[in-house]
């Protein structure tokens, strides 16, 4: 894997290439540690945060580089970092995020949502 760090811009990103016979290059953000580009050899290129966590290596994709701002995925890097730091991994704190959502729309039926629906909009 590439062991590059570049200061992000986008021009730089969108220059970034997946070193020829590897699976994928990682080229790493000079300004934020721990936040990384991943390019494949397709093209496709996605902002991930890694970081060493419990003994183990730990990383997480943090989205697509045409979604996330290069600001936003930084931030969310240096998020993701301070709970590793304090010792919460970040996988499960997206995974308690994800069931909290679940738990509070396991109650909304279809039917109930399109009954609100047409009478927010009766006169």
């Avoid at 969108?14 to 016979?21: F, I, M, R, T, V």
């Avoid at 790493?28 to 290129?45: E, F, H, Q, Y």
């Avoid at 697509?64 to 993701?80: C, G, H, L, T, Y």
């Amino acid at each position: 894997m590439a062991s590059s760090q570049i200061g992000f811009t986008v021009p730089k990103i969108s220059a970034l290439k997946c070193e020829k016979g590897r699976s994928q290059s990682i080229y790493w953000d000079s300004k934020t540690p721990s936040l990384g580009v991943r390019v494949t050899p397709s093209g496709k290129k996605a902002f991930i945060f890694q970081t060493w966590f419990n003994n183990t290596n730990l990383r997480m994709t943090i989205g697509d580089v045409n979604s996330w701002s290069i600001d936003k995925a930084q931030s969310e890097a240096r998020r993701m970092k301070v709970l590793t730091d304090q010792g919460i991994d970040p996988r499960e704190e997206k995974d308690e995020l994800k069931q909290s959502i679940a738990r509070k729309l396991k109650g909304i039926q279809g039917l109930e949502v399109w009954k609100d629906y047409i009478a927010d909009r009766k006169d």
